[in-house]
């Protein structure tokens, strides 16, 4: 990171420190304008767990059940942010009895009281928004049988944390940094008496952010799903928090949701989960359908790309394909070289997956998470089609460089089945080689056929692929096809070695076979989730194979097996769980 970098970003924090000490100075305020609505949706499973003493955050776990939040030490800054960003106290209110509002209570007046006074590190205005947003959400959680002072603590704390947002949220940065800030900002001025003056810079900020960072396709420039649902969250929340003032949401406000719920749409599998690509998990359960219905968006068709993918679906079935450059600069640092890489979902149940963002189990498995062999893809010799530049400062936040600059996509319909044709560019420039990908989902959604191809396209190309069968004395460039599996699919090699065949939960079976030119294996793989403790073990369909020609193709299907049922009720449930 450059020197001057690093200036700003010591000056962003000293500002922000002295900011959070000033706003002590400001006066309390009475009360609400109105009684809060909780809006955020939480997890009771989770809620369970923090009621227990289980603290569970960034992949860490600390059982306290004695000891306050604030004296746990925090293993590392992620674990830090969860607990200053108060998000766990949606699932603390998702249980909502007496143990888990006491709990609740004791961490609020624990926080006020430890940091309260513009200490510690929760003073950065996305932790404030997002801190904000929770206290006034759950304020008749948190109020009920408090103390005359206590409720005068509360409302204190909340005036100074909004105007320490009224002047810093200008520093958070773009994205889902800002979008917090400003939407604890418009929510916090609303909802407290007398500060709806603070409100209004907010809601015409918020306004010219939709414009400049949600594209007229519904995307952002970081392509991360997840992240896409939760701007699309707080986009809603400040739209509403707006028609209970009797204001409406400015034009590019309410234009922004617009566009973005179809692609949320779009990306949404079967199961009711978004898919996971550049950093981006499955979502808390429920929250995708909760936002979409939350917004009033009547569903529509999403013509060509959704933010850069490309799905197909029939019958009860969803394939996302990630068909589109990686993100660069700036907002590659959490994108992954995942180009071409593909899901898919089969009713209720995940088949075929990527591994996910390993950023939850230290830097080692995050940069693995980042690479094509972690990807339903294809990747020679184990190389990805992007790599990870040099870390910018010590938190080692890396771009992505050197990805597919060209990636043509066609999507189109046959008389059998939706087709998907993509290609990328991401190897020509070591081994002279495009990738090709052609899917094709039958219109019933029980078979999915592939089709990948390797291709020296012109006579600069030949030459490199010339050049890389020298360098392995004419043995050929090595490729594997990777399908990665859900933990939960029981997966076993088939027919004397020809096929894999996939049983998942619901008791249906899926049957992976090839063209028999090169070799099938079934190898250990991992299911990366940021609510677990460690990495799940799982396996991946691995077809390897040695690229010897200007063209190579490799050609394969899944399907599910003839005796599997057209619909199955599938009425298991999995409840989440620590391990």
């Not at 001025?189 to 007229?216: M, S, T």
Request: hydrophobic share 40%; aromatic share 8%; proline share 4%.
């Amino acid at each position: 990171m450059s020197g001057s970098h690093k200036i700003a970003n010591g000056w962003t924090r000293f500002q922000n420190r002295l900011y959070a000490r000033l706003s002590q100075r400001q006066k309390s305020v009475r009360g609400f304008v109105s009684q809060p609505e909780p809006r955020t949706v939480g997890s009771f499973a989770r809620g369970r767990q923090l009621v227990a003493g289980n603290l569970l955050f960034a992949g860490y776990l600390v059982e306290s059940p004695t000891i306050s939040l604030w004296e746990v030490a925090a293993p590392n800054a992620a674990f830090e942010d969860e607990r200053q960003g108060f998000a766990w106290l949606d699932d603390l209110a998702a249980v909502g009895d007496a143990r888990a509002r006491e709990k609740a209570q004791n961490w609020l007046w624990g926080w006020i009281e430890m940091h309260g006074k513009g200490r510690g590190p929760g003073w950065s205005p996305e932790l404030a928004g997002r801190r904000v947003i929770r206290w006034i959400n759950h304020a008749l959680f948190l109020l009920r049988g408090a103390e005359p002072e206590q409720s005068r603590a509360f409302f204190r704390s909340l005036a100074q944390q909004t105007w320490f947002l009224s002047k810093r949220w200008s520093v958070a940065q773009p994205g889902l940094c800002r979008f917090e800030a400003l939407t604890g900002l418009i929510y916090a001025g609303l909802a407290l008496e007398g500060l709806e003056e603070w409100a209004d810079p907010a809601v015409r900020a918020l306004a010219r952010d939709c414009e400049n960072q949600i594209d007229k396709e519904g995307g952002l420039p970081t392509r991360n799903p997840e992240e896409l649902l939760e701007v699309f969250t707080l986009l809603n929340w400040a739209a509403a928090a707006l028609h209970e003032a009797g204001r409406g949401a400015p034009h590019a406000h309410t234009a922004a949701i617009e566009r973005i719920a179809p692609t949320l749409r779009a990306l949404r599998h079967a199961d009711g989960q978004l898919a996971r690509f550049h950093g981006g998990g499955r979502g808390l359960e429920g929250r995708l359908d909760h936002a979409l219905a939350a917004s009033g968006v009547k569903p529509a068709h999403a013509e060509g790309l959704s933010m850069g993918y490309a799905r197909l679906s029939a019958g009860r079935t969803s394939v996302i394909i990630d068909a589109s450059p990686p993100p660069r600069g700036e907002v590659s640092y959490n994108a992954h070289a995942s180009t071409l890489a593909f899901e898919l979902t089969s009713g209720r149940r995940p088949l075929i997956v990527n591994c996910g963002s390993g950023s939850s189990f230290g830097l080692e498995w995050r940069r693995a998470g980042r690479a094509t062999p972690s990807h339903s893809t294809l990747c020679l010799d184990g190389y990805s089609s992007a790599r990870l530049g040099d870390p910018e400062k010590e938190s080692e936040r890396e771009a992505l460089i050197d990805g597919p600059s060209q990636v043509p996509v066609e999507t189109s319909e046959t008389l059998e089945s939706s087709r998907f044709q993509g290609g990328h560019d991401g190897f020509v420039r070591i081994y002279g080689l495009t990738h090709a990908r052609t899917l094709d989902l039958s219109h019933d959604g029980r078979g999915l056929t592939g089709e990948d191809m390797l291709l020296a396209m012109d006579d600069a190309a030949k030459r490199r692929f010339d050049n890389a069968m020298d360098a392995s004395v004419l043995s050929g460039v090595g490729f594997d096809i990777r399908l990665h599996l859900h933990p939960e699919v029981d997966a076993a090699v088939d027919l004397g070695g020809t096929a894999v065949s996939m049983a998942l939960k619901s008791g249906e079976i899926w049957v992976f076979r090839h063209d028999g030119k090169y070799k099938l294996s079934l190898e250990p793989s991992v299911y990366l989730e940021k609510t677990r403790l460690k990495p799940r073990a799982t396996k991946q369909i691995v077809l390897s194979g040695r690229a010897m020609e200007y063209a190579t193709r490799i050609r394969w299907t899944l399907s599910k097996a003839q005796d599997t049922a057209i619909a199955i009720r599938d009425l298991n449930r999995d409840e989440p769980e620590f391990d």
